[in-house]
């Protein structure tokens, strides 16, 4: 795994991650519970037509997304009081072999015991009902599997933040059950959307 600390969202950041599938994307390529997702063709072409234009694809920032990323912040700093873990941020992870690549909300790196970190900071009722639930959505996991199987790390932490309420925690690690389960769907899948995307290049590319 390659580390990136360029800042997130710079014209080097949009440079790195053209034509490579991230972790916002990968529950709509291969899906949590096995198999293509029915926008794997979107996201095929999408990808392409990057590495063709050198182009990013248009990128719209939501009500939800732009308070999550001014947000982000308070959730790493409970993270960091309330772990013990010392968080550095990271523009990008990037797979050794250049593929795949992931934008971490931050990564622990301790030489005895790395990992990731995912932050969310949704609105008061989609937290309320992840607290009373216990559950996340399946995309959310995706994402964090994702991020387990770019870095190697054994381990990713999700934090869902909001300064009214608890913080909801979760450990994902490379022992769980799940993990295993979707490493073997992307190691299936993911060399499939690689080459589809390679073929779209060479034969309409100039």
């Known amino acids: 795994m390659k580390v990136h600390f360029f800042r997130q969202y710079c014209d080097e950041w949009w440079l790195a991650r053209l034509g490579k599938p991230t972790a916002s994307i990968i529950s ?13 063709w979107h996201h095929v072409y999408r990808l392409a037509d990057e590495l063709i234009t050198q182009e990013r694809s248009r990128h719209y920032e939501t009500e939800w997304t732009k308070r999550g990323h001014e947000l ?3 959730g790493r700093d409970y993270y960091e009081f309330a772990s013990g873990n010392t968080v550095t941020e990271v523009g990008m992870i990037i797979s050794d072999d250049g593929r ?15 990992g ?3 932050v969310k900071s949704p609105a008061g009722p989609t937290h309320l009902k992840y607290l009373d639930t216990g559950d996340i959505p399946s995309a959310y996991t995706a994402q964090c599997y994702y991020g387990l199987y770019v ?3 054994e381990y990713w932490d999700f934090i869902s933040h909001h300064p009214k309420y608890k913080p909801l ?3 994902f690690t490379k022992h769980d059950t799940g993990y295993k389960a979707y490493a073997k769907v992307l ?19 100039r």
């Open 100 to 114: 795949l690549s992931m934008s971490p909300d931050g990564l622990i790196l301790d030489a005895n015991n790395p």
């Open 169 to 171: 925690q979760r450990r």
């Open 187 to 205: 190691d299936m899948h993911l060399p499939d959307l690689i080459d589809e995307i390679n073929w779209l290049v060479e034969q309409h590319g």
């Open 116 to 118: 990731g970190l995912e």
């Open 28 to 40: 709509e390529i291969v899906k949590l519970d096995g198999g293509r997702s029915d926008r794997w």
């Open 72 to 74: 982000e912040p308070q």
């Open 151 to 153: 870095s190697g790390y």
